[in-house]
């Protein structure tokens, strides 16, 4: 089916400037041949010699075969990265030993055609899960074809290839200055149902011409995840590819970050949660048969994490976002999700907003409880939803997006 | 709105028995007038002197007033029970002092009426959350005539009493043999939506003439609660009010039981269980928009706990649940779902069947997969799901429904 865009679809495809050092290339194996979508369905980016790469994965117990090479890759390869080719129409999740022949083949022709190390090289798939691919090679053999076209990456180009049930492209940038130079992160995601990543993401890829060494890499990607793409969710289903990565080539003239105290790195971290929380947020506006853009913010609950599970629960409870579906300014849900959270959660002093109306404080309804300005709120495209649960420092802010006919459809229809 | 009957609503409203000790009456307080919805709204069950009970109850932490009244009385009056009064409508759930002061006037009416101790007094209340009632003595004043009217109960009249979104009214019947003599439970429950019990369920009340000590009612009525009402979701929303209470008048001739070695005590369980099941059972067939009944069953997990909780995530997942809606045996959704539970999960030994077909085996799609046959057993109104994640011992069953268009309609419109 030809699902139509978002409504939160952006007019077009953002402008991303070129990050030197990477290059890319994108190609049809015809998984989305017939389906009315004018669209590759491989990407291969390359990497200039030297580039740093750090990534977070899907906690998934059974996660695919390609997330697992990334994670071998990344203990084997020191952090270093050469090259990443991805494919959509099928998740190699669950394939079992014909999954393992397929990243084999891959990395092969990787390894030839690049003449770099197999350990530098990165894979993803996502798509049907379990579905057996028609024969080992099926991406491998597109990776000479691929090389030879490489140049400097048609972003756009690259968005849609791995694009399944999403409805636009997603594309980012941010720039930050590093020692008087320009540092740019150019960024890509992919991601619409089965979001609610743990720790991790759907696909998204990072570049930047940063010199940093792996180890700070990692630990600024890790600092940049919670906030965004750990903190959205679209249907609480966890996928078995989540995957984000970040590649730093080096190729900028600012001296290379290697020291955990260099005052750079604030900068560095503050362009990288950026650009993250910005991927982040465009996949839950794209989240299948979403309508609505809401935030969940918890506050006075007794730790972060405590406050973030309350969201969270707030955030994937169906009763919830039907009615915001609706317009329905359903605060008992919201009463409910924080419930059944089972984190502590104080009666007495648990108050709700919607937007700048309060409607609940002191374990009941507002005095001032107003219906119509309520309900106004939920009529918006984009709710915000403020819920304080005690008197503690805890906060955290979750986003999410409503439940809506349109989801039901696309996922009955989605595999056939 | 008034909704269709679940297709799998019973032909008719079973043929319930008496239980000795036990009287009843219903009246309307009009929550329900002008709904098209020919029912009464409120229920009294008196007790004769000696009944014992037992409850459990929601884990939610923002439980009604009413659950919080019933774990105290349970308490202080040692768990005996002289008369019960729920009602539909309003939740008296974020109610706040109101809430409080309501319950109080409800207790007052039964003690006075009654004459009976307060702490032998239980209540319950199912409807909108956080809506505060009219008045206090909304309920307690239809209590003077309900006591007037008192008689053997009429269980279908009790039954639809507490309906909220249920489509049909729930009753269920178990006897045993006890000392020769036939020992009854009758039971009557609700329930539709947010239906994720978290030790305990929505509404339900079992009544029996059995003599069996508090602490003996309260064992038996907990290893009932875990494979029945506590394995079963809708859509994973844990209700606020979630309440199971059994009383136990000890009118019939039987001894009673006092002695937790007591043989004829396993007799009582299996019954108290199946009735338990029965009911449980006939509320997720009446789970909001459901238009299948689907089983889980889990097997070779690490743990029954651990086969529980992926039990749960597959029954919970919307993209699961979506996709039986649509006769879709997407049995990577089920792989998906047992993953992000994080639970051990043994790739190799995975295996899963959509009722005898098997659709997956040793890590990846059975070589024997037939995707016809698979979407025939999805095409039926009742679906059984295995799921082989191990070798270890650990198994739990889980009952739920689909995700239908339904769903949808019901929440955006209940409230209003």
Same mark, same amino acid.
């Given at each position: 089916?030809?699902?139509?865009?978002?409504?939160?679809?952006?007019?077009?495809?953002?402008?991303?400037?070129?990050?030197?050092?990477?290059?890319?290339?994108?190609?049809?194996?015809?998984?989305?041949?017939?389906?009315?979508?004018?669209?590759?369905?491989?990407?291969?980016?390359?990497?200039?010699?030297?580039?740093?790469?750090?990534?977070?994965?899907?906690?998934?117990?059974?996660?695919?075969?390609?997330?697992?090479?990334?994670?071998?890759?990344?203990?084997?390869?020191?952090?270093?990265?050469?090259?990443?080719?991805?494919?959509?129409?099928?998740?190699?999740?669950?394939?079992?030993?014909?999954?393992?022949?397929?990243?084999?083949?891959?990395?092969?022709?990787?390894?030839?055609?690049?003449?770099?190390?197999?350990?530098?090289?990165?894979?993803?798939?996502?798509?049907?899960?379990?579905?057996?691919?028609?024969?080992?090679?099926?991406?491998?053999?597109?990776?000479? #074809?691929?090389?030879?076209?490489?140049? &400097?990456?048609?972003?756009?180009?690259?968005?849609?290839?791995?694009?399944?049930?999403?409805?636009?492209?997603?594309?980012?940038?941010?720039?930050?200055?590093?020692?008087?130079?320009?540092?740019?992160?150019?960024?890509?995601?992919?991601?619409?149902?089965?979001?609610?990543?743990?720790?991790?993401?759907?696909?998204?890829?990072?570049?930047?011409?940063? #010199?940093?060494?792996?180890?700070?890499?990692?630990? &600024?990607?890790?600092?940049?995840?919670?906030?965004?793409?750990?903190?959205?969710?679209?249907? &609480?289903?966890?996928?078995?590819?989540?995957?984000?990565?970040?590649?730093?080539? #080096?190729?900028?003239?600012?001296?290379?970050?290697?020291?955990?105290?260099?005052?750079?790195?604030?900068?560095?971290?503050?362009?990288?949660?950026?650009?993250?929380?910005?991927?982040?947020?465009?996949?839950?506006?794209?989240?299948?048969?979403?309508?609505?853009?809401?935030?969940?913010?918890?506050?006075?609950?007794? &730790?972060?994490?405590?406050?973030?599970?309350?969201?969270?629960?707030?955030?994937?409870?169906?009763?919830?976002?039907?009615?915001?579906?609706?317009?329905?300014?359903?605060?008992?849900?919201?009463?409910?999700?924080?419930?059944?959270?089972?984190?502590?959660?104080?009666?007495?002093?648990?108050?709700?907003?919607?937007?700048?109306?309060?409607?609940?404080?002191?374990?009941?309804?507002?005095?001032?409880?107003?219906?119509?300005?309520?309900?106004?709120?939920?009529?918006?495209?984009?709710?915000?939803?403020?819920?304080?649960?005690?008197?503690?420092?805890?906060?955290?802010?979750?986003?999410?997006?409503?439940?809506?006919?349109?989801?039901?459809?696309?996922?009955?229809?989605?595999?056939?």
């Amino acid at each position: 089916m030809k699902l139509a865009p978002s409504s939160f679809a952006p007019s077009c495809f953002p402008d991303l400037p070129i990050v030197n050092g990477v290059s890319a290339a994108t190609c049809s194996r015809g998984f989305y041949a017939g389906r009315d979508l004018e669209r590759d369905d491989v990407f291969l980016f390359t990497f200039d010699h030297g580039t740093r790469c750090a990534g977070v994965f899907t906690r998934s117990t059974t996660a695919s075969a390609d997330v697992r090479w990334c994670r071998e890759a990344l203990v084997s390869g020191g952090g270093y990265a050469r090259a990443l080719v991805v494919n959509s129409g099928n998740s190699n999740a669950f394939t079992g030993p014909k999954g393992v022949l397929k990243n084999q083949a891959t990395l092969e022709a990787m390894t030839r055609a690049l003449k770099v190390p197999k350990e530098h090289c990165f894979l993803a798939a996502t798509g049907v899960i379990g579905e057996p691919l028609p024969d080992p090679n099926y991406v491998g053999s597109a990776v000479p #074809g691929m090389v030879e076209q490489l140049a &400097s990456p048609n972003w756009q180009a690259c968005a849609r290839a791995f694009m399944t049930t999403d409805t636009y492209a997603k594309g980012a940038v941010r720039t930050c200055e590093i020692d008087g130079v320009t540092i740019t992160l150019t960024g890509i995601a992919k991601g619409s149902g089965m979001i609610a990543p743990n720790m991790a993401t759907m696909l998204a890829y990072i570049f930047t011409d940063a #010199g940093i060494a792996p180890d700070l890499l990692d630990q &600024s990607l890790r600092t940049a995840t919670q906030p965004s793409f750990n903190a959205i969710t679209v249907d &609480s289903d966890t996928s078995t590819s989540d995957t984000l990565m970040v590649f730093a080539t #080096g190729a900028s003239d600012a001296a290379m970050m290697t020291d955990s105290t260099d005052p750079r790195l604030v900068t560095f971290q503050k362009a990288l949660s950026d650009i993250c929380l910005d991927l982040a947020l465009q996949v839950v506006k794209d989240g299948e048969g979403a309508s609505k853009f809401i935030t969940i913010s918890v506050a006075g609950a007794v &730790s972060d994490a405590s406050a973030r599970i309350i969201a969270a629960d707030i955030a994937n409870s169906p009763l919830v976002k039907t009615a915001l579906a609706a317009n329905d300014a359903n605060w008992g849900r919201i009463v409910m999700a924080a419930g059944k959270s089972g984190e502590p959660v104080d009666l007495a002093a648990l108050a709700i907003w919607f937007g700048s109306v309060k409607v609940a404080e002191q374990g009941g309804r507002s005095p001032s409880y107003d219906e119509a300005a309520a309900s106004a709120v939920c009529a918006r495209p984009e709710i915000d939803i403020r819920v304080k649960v005690g008197h503690g420092a805890g906060q955290a802010r979750v986003y999410t997006c409503d439940l809506t006919h349109a989801y039901i459809d696309i996922n009955g229809a989605y595999r056939t």
